[in-house]
């Protein structure tokens, strides 16, 4: 279901409109009254950003110093709504040198209602390409049909870039040198016991490109993901040798990848965007290689002395490192003075973190490194609370290793010139939420 929004009011925080767009002719000219009165006026615009007055819906969010508000008058999808607003303000950004508040909505009001023709229509949302936009919108001003002056540029062919099948590149890129920069850079969350079983563990991932290619290439790239191998032993009718494969859950493809081929074949083929991207987004629950293993012994003596013993293990292998290694162990609140060794790296208690910093600029794989510490605690008159105990927590950085175990099979490029490409390939995991309790 698509928005269907009947206007468009950019207000600020006083509740003044700076911007106002109708789309449709079904809502009344009071909408901003009452977006004021019963919302702005009654406190409640941290509460919820969805009201109904009347007859009519509201969606607001606040950016900076503004209030962009759609009014609606049917049922429409909420979160298209919010992805439209959210669409519209990175426009308006990359229009305006990425900002955006009242100031520069005053300064490009005429261009912000260029961009609300354009960007809707009849209130229904249409093309949000910053770079297909600046093709034939521009801050320099139109030039007027009775000048003779000749224009510095031809003006590009708005129709083709705005209804063909590749929106998202334009024709004519040349390059001196064709290259393809991939980069796979996952996050790995770990919930560990304090007996050393996993509770919660899974990886976030993203595949970056960087394209600097001539003409309109078509790129196909082939992963070791479980079902494109199974699709692919299909189509050649006998096994594929591959090594490892992995099941990758919720992934998410930038616009330029051709869904029906991806569907039936289980390839990834698309027409990329000229420049940085993100090819992808993906999850994965299943077969994490994790790339470190903590083992904490924590030991009280008494109400004014601890024992803090911490380990850890790299599992990755013994030609890989990991960079910026950062172990943040707790302590009580109470903690006077601590007594520290460890066997690499530098470690510190910080006491307004309450906790012992312990940090390894390069941690080579298949080896293990220790802190000791002795604790002293500030003895309280009053009765003492029981301690309880915050995880450990890391922060580390390993280039070329994947906890999942994704890898790139093949990235082929294809263009009618027939140039020849290089391809770069990087893997990088670093940490998201990795704690382990004690």
Known sequence: MPVAA?????????????INRLYRDDVGGNMVDAFRLHIMQTKELGTCPVRQIGGCSFFYMRISNVYIVIVVSSNANVACAFKFVVEAVNLFKSYF????????????????YELLDEIMDFG?????SPEI???YITQEGVRSPFSSKPTDRPVPNATLQVTGA??????GLVYKKNEVFLDIVESVNLLMSSKGSVLRCDVTGKILMKCFLSG?????????????????SEIKSRPTKS????????????????????????????????????????????????PFRVLPTIKELGRTRMEVNVKVKSVFGAKMFALGVLVK???????????LQVTSGKAKYNASLDCIMWKIRKFPGQTESTLSAEVELISTIAEKKSWTRPPIQMEFQVPMFTASGLRVRFLKVWEKSGYNTVEWVRYITKAGSYEIRC
């Open 6 to 18: 009947s206007a468009i009011y950019f207000l600020n925080l006083r509740g003044d409109v700076l």
């Open 124 to 128: 229904y949302p249409q093309n949000l």
């Open 329 to 339: 162990i707790p302590v009580p609140k109470q903690t006077a003075k601590t007594s």
């Open 243 to 290: 090594g490892k494969t992995i099941e990758l859950d919720d992934v998410t493809f930038h616009q330029c990848v051709n869904l029906t081929r991806f569907n039936s074949e289980k390839t990834v083929s698309f027409v990329p965007p000229d420049g940085e991207f993100e090819l992808m987004k993906y999850r994965i629950t299943e077969g994490v290689n994790l």
């Open 166 to 171: 590749v929106g998202w590149r334009r024709e």
């Open 133 to 135: 936009l600046k093709l």
């Open 216 to 232: 309109m290439p078509d790129l196909k790239l082939g992963l070791n993901d479980k079902i494109g191998l199974e699709k692919e």
């Open 97 to 112: 040198g990425g900002a955006f508040d009242e100031d520069a909505i005053r300064n490009n009001f005429v261009l912000i």
